[in-house]
């Protein structure tokens, strides 16, 4: 079964849905009722939850065998008698004393500093002020010439980074959805959702997951013998990004320059997207280019 | 004279004593709920431990040892689960669906609190071992374990979004597991016995 966010509206009660709309969101619902009753889910979809459950006594008793269960275990865990590990911990410290010095870790060594090393650190001090100078001097130009050519940095940008993760994690793993969960993955997400169609790229699952603490869509393409992934975001964790927004206005993109993987982000009407995959960022450049048609 | 490198080495072992040895109980318990010997959990615990030695200098935020730790464990054991090909003979889904299904649609003759209420620790145990692995684990590291979803997904290398699926599916496993077994293992819970139950206490009170 996919992860999926659910667009919940249409069970609230007055609403009506067909007995198989309703079934199929129910199966939905079943995956984030542990989360619910958890309390990992963000605030907006708890609340959405909480009107579901006015009017649906299934899922009710299902939050009550839930909580019931999760608790009882953690009352067992919780009473469990504790563990006298003392010769555990004997035989460990044995096995790492005999390890071989050859298997020893790098350790980062205390270093002294003589006094020629302080000279050369203070010439080294003079030579990064003198550059420091030089690149505020310039720092306009550059600044123009980094976003005009759209690119940032992983490091800069907090949801590039998390996307980085995700998509690690993602790769690391069988992929969550499948393609005709599609209209599914639509009706969960608050903006307009499609997939990108260009030759050479196929849709091979889709699935939702969660960015800067908001319900996201991901799309993940064959392309080639690779697998690029598409996140399709809420605009404000686009837009929240200075470097981000400054390589939006001036190239209408904003792009990782060097490194693996590479990402591109851009607008949509109503959302953002972010398309990552383990390829340079030229190659990644020229099927969002073809994709996008920009 | 000890030199420097020595002192730096010390110093190393020093925060590896204080940050792993702490969670050594948490490491062995849970590879002693997913292996059949005791003694081969020691030694995947060990192995993982001495992964954790070497790779000492990645670990950035010492906040996070625990679950960085679990991550090295969880992969020395899939590791020796792959080698050995290890089966584990568990109940059929489909079945514990049904009996799942039959719980939340209020058609079972079990009042699942009472059952659940009368499970114990080598029970808990049974049930989970009857159950698929990767919702067992789910369920473990969050209820035994007190990790949050995020930690787990980080532990098995899974998406947010798969953990939260795993979590809501493998209860509803472990539920229907406990209630499939529930006279098997004297848990009682049916609804006759509630019945049974208030109707002397109506008596008694008369």
Same mark, same amino acid.
Request: hydrophobic share 45%; glycine share 6%.
């Given at each position: ?6 667009? /919940? ?133 550059? =600044? ?15 949801? /590039? ?39 050479? /790229? ?31 975001? =809420? ?46 960022? =030229? ?12 | ?18 940050? !792993? ?69 568990? !109940? ?11 719980? !939340? ?5 079990? !009042? ?12 808990? %145990? ?23 979803? %995020? ?56």
């Amino acid at each position: 079964m996919s992860e999926q966010y659910l667009d /919940l509206s249409l069970l609230s009660r007055g609403q009506p849905a067909t007995d198989a709309e309703r079934e199929a969101q129910h199966g939905v619902l079943a995956s984030l009722l542990a989360a619910y009753t958890d309390g990992e889910l963000p605030a907006e979809t708890t609340s959405q939850i909480d009107a579901h459950l006015l009017g649906c006594a299934r899922c009710r008793r299902e939050v009550e065998v839930q909580r019931t269960l999760g608790a009882r275990v953690r009352d067992l865990s919780a009473s469990a008698p504790q563990v006298d590990v003392s010769g555990a911990e004997q035989r460990l410290r044995a096995r790492l004393a005999a390890l071989p010095h050859t298997t020893m870790p790098e350790v980062r060594p205390t270093v002294q500093r003589p006094r020629h090393i302080v000279r050369l650190v203070l010439i080294g001090c003079v030579a990064l002020l003198l550059l420091a100078i030089t690149v505020l001097a310039t720092r306009g130009s550059w =600044a123009a010439a980094g976003t005009a050519k759209g690119t940032v940095t992983v490091a800069s940008v907090p949801l /590039l980074g998390e996307v980085a993760r995700d998509y690690a994690r993602t790769m690391s793993s069988e992929l969550p959805g499948r393609a005709r969960d599609l209209d599914a993955v639509r009706e969960a997400m608050p903006f307009a959702v499609e997939p990108l169609h260009v030759d050479g /790229l196929r849709l091979l699952a889709t699935w939702t997951t969660v960015l800067g603490g908001q319900p996201a869509a991901v799309f993940a393409y064959r392309w080639d013998d690779r697998i690029v992934l598409q996140y399709v975001l =809420a605009e404000e964790l686009l837009f929240r990004s200075p470097e981000v927004r400054a390589s939006l206005a001036a190239s209408g993109l904003a792009a990782t320059g060097d490194g693996r993987p590479a990402l591109i982000a851009w607008a949509l009407p109503e959302a953002g997207s972010v398309l990552v995959g383990e390829v340079t960022p =030229a190659a990644l450049r020229g099927l969002w280019s073809r994709a996008t048609g920009r | 004279m000890t030199s420097p490198a020595d002192s730096s080495l010390a110093a190393e072992h020093a925060r590896f004593d204080a940050l !792993v040895l702490p969670n050594l109980a948490s490491l062995l318990r849970f590879a002693e709920r997913r292996l059949a010997s005791d003694g081969d959990a020691e030694d995947l615990v060990q192995e993982a431990c001495i992964r954790a030695w070497l790779a000492f200098a990645e670990l950035r935020d010492e906040s996070k040892v625990k679950p960085w730790l679990f991550r090295i464990l969880r992969s020395v054991m899939c590791d020796a689960a792959e080698k050995q090909g290890r089966r584990r003979q568990l !109940v059929s889904i489909t079945r514990l669906d049904d009996v799942h299904e039959s719980l !939340v649609g209020g058609e079972a003759d079990v !009042v699942f609190s009472e059952v659940a209420a009368r499970l114990d620790a080598e029970l808990l %145990q049974r049930a989970l071992s009857m159950i698929p692995e990767d919702f067992a684990v789910a369920v473990e590291l969050h209820d035994l374990e007190g990790f949050k979803y %995020q930690e787990i997904a980080d532990i098995v290398g899974a998406p947010l979004g798969t953990v939260m699926s795993r979590m809501s599916r493998g209860r509803r496993m472990l539920a229907a597991t406990i209630v499939e077994h529930r006279k098997a293992w004297a848990l009682g819970g049916s609804t006759d016995d509630v019945t049974a139950t208030r109707r002397r206490g109506a008596w008694g009170s008369a």
